[in-house]
């Protein structure tokens, strides 16, 4: 369970992270600013961290700043740290509390499924994160990371290490199985985004 629950059941002992500093190289421009349902794909992605989290922040570049259109609170992803992993260290790092992470371009994964992976956390590993039995793969961007997996984290990255799947195949994670994957769809490139719409 989430525990400390304050406000309206929100959890004070989570941090909300939405992960939007990556390149977008297949989508040609910014996915994290695409609108869908009359607002960007960020703002989406925020609002339902926040019927979790008391405490929701976004992660982004620095090229990014200017183009926030809302007052969120956001964390500029460390240079030292690439990538999505580099992101999920800089924000472990700068924030020293638990995390409950959701990637921008998964815009059709529903709250409910934010409320269960709360309802099923085990705090005793390192995450509790999504997994796709079907592909063979984890969702590392969708769910919860621990607050003490940053040591191992940032060992493997500094390490040379990259790659989540790699990371989380070789360590404990608390494993929820998706049912439906389509909840998971991943907007990357304009022609999925052409389908949303």
């Given at each position: 369970m989430c525990e400390n629950h304050h406000r309206e059941g929100l959890s004070s002992s989570l941090a909300g992270l939405v992960l939007m500093g990556g390149?977008?190289?297949?989508?040609?421009?910014?996915?994290?600013?695409?609108?869908?349902?009359?607002?960007?794909?960020?703002?989406?992605?925020?609002?339902?961290?926040?019927?979790?989290?008391?405490?929701?922040?976004?992660?982004?570049?620095?090229?990014?700043?200017?183009?926030?259109?809302?007052?969120?609170?956001?964390?500029?992803?460390?240079?030292?740290?690439?990538?999505?992993?580099?992101?999920?260290?800089?924000?472990?790092?700068?924030l020293r509390t638990s995390l409950m992470v959701l990637a921008v371009d998964v815009p059709l994964l529903p709250p409910s499924l934010l409320q269960q992976t709360c309802h099923e956390r085990d705090s005793h590993q390192l995450a509790t994160l999504w997994y796709n039995e079907e592909a063979v793969r984890w969702e590392p961007l969708v769910g919860i990371w621990e607050y003490e997996a940053l040591a191992t984290l940032t060992h493997f990255y500094e390490q040379g290490g990259r790659s989540f799947q790699l990371f989380l195949q070789a360590h404990e994670i608390k494993k929820l199985l998706i049912s439906d994957t389509s909840a998971f769809k991943n907007v990357n490139e304009p022609s999925t985004y052409q389908e949303l719409l």
């Open positions: 390149k977008s190289k297949r989508m040609g421009q910014d996915k994290a600013f695409l609108p869908y349902k009359g607002k960007p794909l960020y703002e989406l992605a925020y609002e339902k961290l926040a019927t979790i989290c008391e405490q929701v922040y976004l992660s982004v570049q620095e090229a990014q700043v200017p183009k926030l259109t809302s007052a969120y609170p956001y964390l500029v992803d460390t240079p030292t740290y690439e990538g999505p992993m580099g992101g999920l260290i800089s924000t472990l790092t700068h």
